[in-house]
């Protein structure tokens, strides 16, 4: 990976509005900060075994020593993923920063995207290993896919509206290089009642690698929590 480090967006996906600079969407719990050290050392044990020539004696090791680790959390009480309004801004705002698979500080499996909200719109860097391949040397189109539809959806916030993906194009110019800086553009195009419409490109130093196009819907995000319980 890069030096970049990730930046703590306020932001909040999906919600849009007020609030962004508020001291109450930076603040970072040490219970949060802990769960971010141990993602970050389960991303440096994924990079460690995908290259790794150990022997099948040292890597049952640590399997057993993984089992054994995993027991300890399944120990402790379970987060509920629904807890709180999700109409909160502040509690979206905790909650994608930390859990996304795209952004997330204490997920293990978030893809190395930094994202920052600049006037006009949203810039994001990413710069992905092998762990992340498609084909020979390049990243895999559906990773590119992921990454659009996160940087566009922050970008559909500006409209002050809280809307969902409803129809995510990809337009492939060239093959994108892995374990390069990659840098992609976000940007608000047009609002048109309930759709929401943004664009954005994906460059690897001075190539397009991409261009993306997606069409959000805004929600109620009431009914949606509506719509997604059992």
């Not at 967006?9 to 962004?20: A, D, E, L, P």
């Not at 895999?140 to 409209?159: P, R």
């Not at 690698?209 to 509506?226: N, S, T």
Request: charged share 25%; hydrophobic share 40%.
């Amino acid at each position: 990976m890069s030096d970049h480090r990730p930046i703590d967006i306020t932001n909040v996906f999906g919600v849009g509005g007020h609030g962004w600079d508020s001291a109450e969407l930076r603040a970072v719990t040490p219970e949060q900060q802990a769960a971010r050290d141990v993602a970050e050392a389960i991303r440096r044990l994924a990079r460690e075994l995908e290259t790794t020539s150990a022997t099948i004696e040292a890597l049952g090791e640590l399997s057993a020593e993984i089992d054994r680790l995993t027991g300890l959390l399944e120990e402790g009480d379970r987060l509920a993923t629904t807890a709180g309004d999700s109409s909160n801004v502040v509690y979206q705002g905790h909650r994608l920063r930390e859990r996304s698979p795209f952004i997330g500080r204490a997920n293990p499996v978030a893809l190395p995207l930094i994202v920052e909200f600049v006037d006009g719109g949203i810039d994001a860097v990413a710069n992905f290993g092998t762990l992340y391949e498609g084909p020979p040397g390049c990243l895999h189109g559906g990773y590119i896919a992921g990454i659009f539809d996160e940087v566009l959806g922050a970008a559909q916030t500006l409209s002050g509206q809280a809307g969902m993906t409803g129809r995510l194009t990809i337009h492939y110019r060239s093959p994108t290089p892995l374990n390069t800086d990659l840098h992609l553009k976000a940007r608000l195009d047009s609002v048109n009642g309930r759709k929401i419409l943004c664009k954005g490109t994906l460059h690897a130093g001075d190539r397009l690698c991409a261009e993306a196009e997606g069409l959000f819907i805004a929600v109620d995000p009431k009914k949606l929590m509506g719509l997604t319980e059992n």
